[in-house]
């Protein structure tokens, strides 16, 4: 059973397929005016909306009923005109009748608003609401996916959908929805309503009805394409923003800001391009229906005027008639915007859904093996091969085997490229080896819960990698219970208690977007001491002291040698001065061990190490 564990088929893996990579094929396209983006015959993927709505059925009731009595209120009011003309004018323009019959439609008026406001809350509510649950079940699976994810898929455009995309679904369900059923309500009602008053003239108007769906669903058809092809072009402008802001220092340090401005204008002019083209099929859409509704009506109009110079119709009769299909043609014409929306609102959520549905390659098993208790600190690397997804014909770890002692520190070394960061992201689970296992205590990573892994790591990364929070927050990242005594004893240990001390309002302090508020140093410093609260078995520091300065590295160094004393460590260092003190150094290159031993057997092999450290170090100091 041991060896199958260990021997894990090392066969050609297929490249996943980036969510986003289908849009840069098209953009070419899409600005010559061809948009090649799958067709779509439905609205299915607005199913998700319906799904994550239907949790809120008070709601939906509730704004379901004053849909319709807003739609009935507004039916009404054409109902309220004939009685004026042919009740109210007819008996002499008797100013009591005339009175009685306007305060009945003054009191249509006032249910029309009352049921309007509680119908804009609910509505509001519930896509509010709706947007909120996206966004919160689509973030809880990002935070599911593995690295690996977002090396194909860019974190910037995934950002851009919990927000763009998040809003427009808010829009359909705030809005769009909310006309499109008060209009077929009125559509309907208004259509019997019509029957009711002159059924030969309704009849005329109904044949219009299929000629209306035909071009719908032509034109419907290529503006959802266009709709989804102009969201994906937003995306790319949201995208390109977050990421020049967030570079502004180096734009402006090597002086890039006209090429940064023209590549701007590009992104910004192919969104115009998709936008001008779904704008030009949504107006020839909205023309050609409207066309076809109001030159019916006029021609039915043309006979009903008619028919009340010849007595067959009261004037009441006509006015309805004429109000009535007003309503009804524009609430027919309302719906094929509305269906554009809705069509729109369907790429949204087909991109969010793409992102909910994306699921993690490093995944927690069906009956995952519990870690020893209490934990021993072992690493085992057996014939590990690895190469990152979006690199599969370069093995970045080539049948790696290295054995760790509980206790030890090991020291990983060797040029850029080497394979040395790539052990720590195995260490930690964040992608699986294709070939060969990797154990701590005994328990192949694969056979336990990511959570559990990691639970047991302390990491210490090249750059302090600090959250736009306080002070407090950030030091505590790594044990979320720890007191504020615990907080600033980590902080002394690390070299950072003096300048956090300083800080205007101490562990409260915001430290700005990243932690641009604090020096390089000083946001090292808060990472050690984040990595000290963790207190976990095994340690990984990769260049730990490399943003310090000569006295920080000195007091740092000393309060990591106590923090590694009955720990694991595994310790990746470019400057040999700091690793030589390690109970093993492992040299590697090109993915590969091709030395091991101390410090002073390694310096005489004559070998890499020996190389590398002749650059770094004159009589004996380091350079």
């Given at each position: 059973m041991e060896a199958q564990q260990d021997e894990i088929a090392e066969a050609p893996q297929p490249r996943r397929s980036s969510i986003f990579s289908r849009r840069s094929a098209k953009v070419e396209g899409e600005v010559a005016g061809e948009v090649e983006a799958k067709p779509s015959k439905s609205l299915r993927p607005l199913k998700m909306i319906y799904v994550e709505a239907a949790k809120y059925p008070t709601q939906i009731a509730f704004a379901f009923l004053a849909l319709l009595i807003t739609a009935s209120a507004m039916l009404a009011i054409p109902a309220g005109f004939k009685l004026i003309i042919d009740k109210g004018f007819?008996?002499?323009?008797?100013?009591?009748?005339?009175?009685?019959?306007?305060?009945?439609?003054?009191?249509?008026?006032?249910?029309?608003?009352?049921?309007?406001?509680?119908?804009?809350?609910?509505?509001?509510?519930?896509?509010?609401?709706?947007?909120?649950?996206?966004?919160?079940?689509?973030?809880?699976?990002?935070?599911?996916?593995?690295?690996?994810?977002?090396?194909?898929?860019?974190?910037?455009?995934?950002?851009?959908?919990?927000?763009?995309?998040?809003?427009?679904?808010?829009?359909?369900?705030?809005?769009?929805?909310?006309?499109?059923?008060?209009?077929?309500?009125?559509?309907?009602?208004?259509?019997?309503?019509?029957?009711?008053?002159?059924?030969?003239?309704?009849?005329?108007?109904?044949?219009?009805?299929?000629?209306?769906?035909?071009?719908?669903?032509?034109?419907?058809?290529?503006?959802?394409?266009?709709?989804?092809?102009?969201?994906?072009?937003?995306a790319d402008v949201g995208a390109m923003v977050t990421e020049v802001l967030g570079a502004m220092k180096i734009v402006q340090a090597f002086n890039q800001e006209a090429r940064e401005g023209e590549r701007f204008e590009g992104a910004v002019e192919r969104t115009f391009a998709v936008a001008k083209r779904r704008i030009l099929i949504r107006a020839i859409m909205t023309s050609v229906i409207i066309l076809m509704i109001f030159g019916s009506i006029t021609l039915l109009m043309w006979r009903g005027a008619n028919g009340v110079a010849t007595g067959e119709i009261s004037g009441g009769t006509i006015a309805a008639f004429v109000l009535t299909g007003g309503l009804v043609a524009g609430a027919f014409g309302s719906l094929t915007e509305v269906y554009g929306d809705l069509l729109r609102g369907a790429g949204a959520a087909s991109r969010l859904n793409e992102l909910l549905e994306e699921e993690p390659t490093v995944a927690v098993p069906e009956r995952p093996l519990a870690l020893p208790v209490p934990p021993r600190g072992n690493l085992s690397f057996r014939n590990v091969t690895f190469r990152y997804p979006t690199r599969l014909e370069t093995a970045a770890i080539k049948d790696f085997t290295l054995e760790v002692e509980p206790g030890e520190t090991v020291a990983i070394v060797g040029p850029s490229g080497a394979g040395k960061s790539t052990i720590f992201q195995l260490v930690e689970r964040f992608y699986d080896p294709q070939a060969g296992s990797i154990r701590i205590d005994g328990v192949p990573l694969t056979s336990a819960d990511p959570a559990d892994i990691r639970q047991r790591i302390a990491l210490v990364p090249q750059d302090g990698v600090l959250f736009s929070a306080n002070a407090r927050d950030n030091l505590r990242y790594g044990n979320w219970n720890a007191s504020d005594e615990d907080i600033w004893e980590a902080a002394r240990a690390a070299n950072a208690e003096r300048f956090l001390r300083e800080l205007p309002e101490g562990?409260?302090?915001?430290?700005?977007?990243?932690?641009?508020?604090?020096?390089?140093?000083?946001?090292?410093?808060?990472?050690?001491?984040?990595?000290?609260?963790?207190?976990?078995?095994?340690?990984?520091?990769?260049?730990?002291?490399?943003?310090?300065?000569?006295?920080?590295?000195?007091?740092?160094?000393?309060?990591?040698?106590?923090?590694?004393?009955?720990?694991?460590?595994?310790?990746?260092?470019?400057r040999l001065a700091t690793v030589r003190a390690a109970d093993r150094i492992v040299v590697m290159e090109d993915g590969q061990i091709v030395e091991q031993g101390t410090h002073a057997q390694l310096t005489g092999a004559g070998g890499l190490y020996s190389r590398l450290a002749s650059l770094q170090f004159t009589d004996g100091k380091a350079a």
């Open positions: 007819s008996q002499g323009g008797d100013p009591a009748d005339i009175a009685r019959w306007f305060r009945y439609l003054l009191l249509i008026v006032l249910v029309l608003s009352i049921g309007t406001a509680l119908r804009f809350y609910f509505v509001s509510w519930i896509g509010e609401r709706v947007v909120a649950d996206i966004r919160l079940k689509v973030q809880r699976n990002l935070l599911r996916l593995a690295p690996g994810f977002y090396e194909e898929n860019s974190p910037k455009e995934i950002s851009s959908r919990m927000t763009s995309d998040t809003t427009l679904i808010e829009q359909v369900v705030g809005t769009t929805v909310s006309v499109a059923l008060r209009n077929t309500l009125m559509a309907i009602g208004g259509t019997i309503y019509l029957f009711v008053l002159a059924p030969q003239m309704t009849i005329g108007l109904a044949l219009v009805i299929p000629a209306i769906i035909i071009p719908i669903t032509l034109f419907g058809r290529r503006l959802r394409n266009v709709s989804r092809t102009s969201q994906d072009r937003v562990l409260d302090t915001y430290l700005g977007e990243s932690g641009t508020r604090l020096s390089g140093g000083q946001q090292q410093r808060i990472a050690i001491a984040r990595a000290l609260l963790r207190d976990a078995p095994i340690l990984l520091l990769d260049e730990a002291t490399s943003a310090l300065d000569a006295e920080s590295e000195r007091l740092v160094q000393d309060a990591l040698d106590r923090l590694m004393r009955d720990r694991t460590t595994l310790v990746i260092a470019h």
